[in-house]
């Protein structure tokens, strides 16, 4: 018993020994870890790279803000500004509405009168008259007047007039037509058969 158990295991490891593949998928190789070792590295490489042009323009930016510093001390500078005159305007100016308030001239706010034109009259339509097109091409003439009695009631009148004949535009419509009707004997449909139009 012994023996069969240890000839089936035995037999069993050849056979993944021989037929199963040299690389085994379940952990990475070397090679892979390696790889993502580079991927790592050269990321690292970017990060600091990046951090370094950072640091290089925060360093930047204080002496810009210096150069424009001195331009606007410059450019100050450099105008013709005199306390004593701006003063001497401004006290002219508060002269000019001062004698403006007291000659106060009166003003009178008159009322804006418009006219709107008076709308024009539309009438309510209370009647139509209607003319089927569709009924046309079949070689039939209807038309139709109606009314309206109150909101909620109203009168309709139609004609009908027919014109098809055998030669005419409507002589189409009726070829192309199928008439049936109900056999309670036979219990089917029978196909009409004869003149369509007289």
């Not at 023996?3 to 035995?10: D, E, Q, R, V």
């Not at 590295?41 to 640091?55: A, G, N, P, Q, R």
């Not at 091409?137 to 007039?161: D, L």
């Not at 409507?170 to 029978?190: A, M, R, V």
Request: proline share 4%; glycine share 4%.
């Amino acid at each position: 018993m012994k023996t069969k158990l240890f000839k089936s295991i035995f037999f069993i490891g050849v056979f993944f020994i021989m037929f199963l593949p040299n690389e085994c998928f379940g952990q990475e190789s070397i090679d892979q870890k390696a790889r993502m070792l580079d991927l790592k590295l050269e990321l690292l490489d970017s990060k600091l790279e990046l951090l370094d042009s950072k640091i290089k323009l925060w360093e930047s930016k204080p002496k810009e803000l210096d150069i424009r510093l001195h331009e606007l001390d410059s450019k100050i500078k450099s105008m013709d500004f005199e306390p004593v005159v701006m003063n001497s305007k401004l006290q002219e100016i508060d002269s000019v509405v001062k004698v403006l308030q007291e000659t106060e001239i009166p003003f009178e706010i008159r009322e804006q009168v418009t006219y709107e034109p008076e709308p024009e009259f539309v009438p309510q339509y209370r009647s139509a008259i209607m003319l089927d097109p569709l009924r046309l091409m079949e070689g039939t003439f209807h038309i139709s007047y109606e009314r309206i009695i109150n909101g909620k009631f109203s009168i309709n009148v139609s004609g009908m007039g027919t014109y098809a004949t055998e030669q005419g535009i409507s002589s189409i419509y009726f070829i192309n037509q199928e008439l049936s009707f109900f056999n309670e004997k036979t219990d089917t449909y029978s196909t009409y058969e004869g003149e369509v139009m007289a």
